[in-house]
């Protein structure tokens, strides 16, 4: 979704599609985060083991 709305920033129809990457864009980052703090949990956990 973002790559498609960077590559058609030019156009006058996509700024209907500018919150939707926005949104996109916030939800690939929170998810990235999580998947971050859940692998430095999970190496925690085992260097206890």
Request: net charge neutral; proline share 2%; hydrophobic share 55%.
């Amino acid at each position: 979704m973002v790559l498609l709305l960077v590559t058609n920033l030019g156009n006058p129809y996509i700024n209907g599609f500018v919150l939707a990457g926005v949104m996109d864009t916030v939800v690939v980052l929170w998810t990235l985060g999580y998947w971050w703090e859940q692998k430095k949990v999970n190496d925690a956990s085992m260097a206890i083991r």
